[in-house]
């Protein structure tokens, strides 16, 4: 830390991203991105873009704006565009939070909610997931703050349904309630088709997942108009210019392909089951998942050392040394090939 460093920062914990080594090629199921390549018109609306870079891209994105709006079924005055979800995230921790709105999120969730509350000086309270690792809805009712609420969890891969989702944004009229769809196309229950209902939701999701462009940054939040008009105002206080004109143009582009990526995502659904079985076959007790992870531990082995075997095979996998996770890691799905390859080298390590 320099001389000059803000001292509010002093006890700054910045988010840690998972390993994206260079030094060789690995089977890489560490950050939950897409085994799939993106769509083949991206390519070209990349390639397109890249001959007007001189060239500023649209503040308001709106190509882009109005494709999401569509897709999603909402007016484009309730879409906003981001670089990546974790920039709404951030938006969203300086917009509805202060001293009067702290922020509210599980004890095992997202690393980033607790590194955005403490970048921004929020207070902010913890709710203990439940022993199986799910959300108790009575926990989320009534609360006083600004939830945060990845919907399915990271790292857990459970999740809550509409009728939940919809009960605990009724009790909280008060507080803007977040929902982090970012694993929602595999599975799980949207809560964009609440957002007319009720002013006080955010949604938020991301390409980088089920639309195999995490490379290119790109995430959105969809709410009501006068939310979506705040995180605007905050937008355009940082960086207008937040979404690059290639980005913007492979997110377009993306949707126009959009069966495309949610074929993979039910692929990538039976291979989660697949790998489920398989898991379980070896002793493992995995977590019911509706997201592009698995969440698994074995009796017989630490959470810590199976991550290293698997790392010194040449297989990346994400462990969190944290109280009641450390003895589980995280796997994101990759295709069947990857998978096998995974499970050998697991059945080999448990020999061993
Ligand atoms: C729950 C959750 N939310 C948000 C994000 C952010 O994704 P991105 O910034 O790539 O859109 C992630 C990334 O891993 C995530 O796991």
């Known amino acids: 830390m320099s001389r000059f460093f803000s001292e509010k920062f002093n006890r700054l914990t910045p ?5 994206q080594p260079q030094d060789k090629q690995y089977v890489k199921l560490n950050t939950n991105e897409s085994p799939y390549p993106p769509s083949p018109g991206v390519a070209a609306a990349v390639a397109a873009e890249a001959d007007r870079l001189q060239l500023y891209s649209d503040p308001e994105c709106k190509a882009l704006t109005r494709a999401v709006a569509g897709r999603y079924g909402v007016q484009p005055e309730q879409v906003i565009l981001v670089n990546g979800s974790d920039e709404v995230l951030n938006f969203a921790f ?4 202060d001293q009067k709105h702290p922020a509210v999120f599980p004890d095992i969730t997202y690393g980033f909610y607790k590194v955005f509350a403490e970048l921004h000086g929020i207070p902010y309270r913890e709710i ?3 022993p199986d690792l799910g959300i108790a809805l009575e926990d989320l009712l009534g609360l006083e703050g600004t939830l945060f609420l990845a919907n399915p969890n990271a790292p857990t891969g459970r999740a809550l349904n509409l009728t939940e989702l919809d009960a605990l944004i009724s009790s909280n009229p008060n507080n803007v309630v977040v929902i982090d769809e970012a694993y929602v196309d595999f599975g799980a ?3 964009v088709e609440l957002v007319d209902k009720y002013d006080n939701l955010l949604v938020t999701q991301t390409f980088s997942k089920s639309r195999s462009l995490a490379g290119a940054r790109l995430g959105f939040g969809i709410g009501s108009a006068a939310l979506i008009r705040d995180l605007q105002t905050i937008r355009n206080s940082t960086n207008p210019y937040n979404v ?4 913007a143009a492979a997110g377009v582009a993306a949707l126009a392909e959009d069966a495309y990526y949610m074929a993979n995502c039910r692929r990538i659904a039976e291979t989660r089951q697949w790998t489920t079985e398989r898991l379980e076959a070896l002793g493992f007790t995995v977590v019911p998942s509706l997201t592009n992870f698995l969440f698994a531990g074995s009796p017989a082995i630490g ?3 199976l991550y290293l075997a698997l790392k010194e ?3 990346l996998v994400r462990h969190f040394d944290k109280p009641r996770i450390r003895g589980l890691v995280r796997i994101t799905i990759g295709t069947p090939e990857q998978m096998q390859i995974l499970l050998d080298a697991i059945t080999s390590i448990l020999e061993e």
């Open 15 to 19: 988010y840690t991203p998972g390993e």
């Open 94 to 97: 300086m917009a509805f939070c």
């Open 128 to 130: 203990p997931l439940q």
């Open 189 to 191: 229950e949207s809560a």
């Open 244 to 247: 690059n004109r290639m980005t």
């Open 303 to 305: 959470g810590k050392e």
């Open 313 to 315: 095979r040449g297989i």
